[in-house]
């Protein structure tokens, strides 16, 4: 399970900032999944960001730099993508990605225990 440790301390770090959440890191996704209050909100994989948005925000995110579709059995999943590292370098950047997995969790659902 391979994931880029400095980029999770960064994704860490930044969580952290943030009051009222419940965060825990869980190993899915081939990387380091942040759950904050329940639910996936961020994922490292390898040296890339994996992130749940509101599909509402298809048009604009797939315009980032960066931006990578996730195909899962063929398909495009509209909420998740994976970032690259050129996407997320300047910090307004990282935020802008941070930012929009946090607006999304306060309304996204959480997946049905197992």
Request: one cysteine or more.
């Amino acid at each position: 399970m391979a994931y880029n440790i400095e980029l999770a301390d960064r994704v860490r770090e930044r969580l952290s900032k943030v009051h009222d959440i419940e965060v825990e890191e869980k190993k899915m996704f081939s990387g380091l999944s942040f759950l904050v209050n329940g639910k996936m909100c961020i994922n490292i994989s390898h040296d890339n960001l994996m992130c749940r948005y509101n599909p509402e925000l298809e048009d604009e995110v797939s315009e980032k730099n960066g931006f990578l579709p996730m195909i899962m059995r063929g398909k495009q999943l509209k909420d998740y993508c994976y970032v690259e590292p050129i996407g997320f370098q300047k910090p307004d950047d990282f935020e802008y990605w941070i930012k929009i997995c946090l607006d999304y969790n306060t309304i996204a659902k959480a997946s049905k225990k197992k």
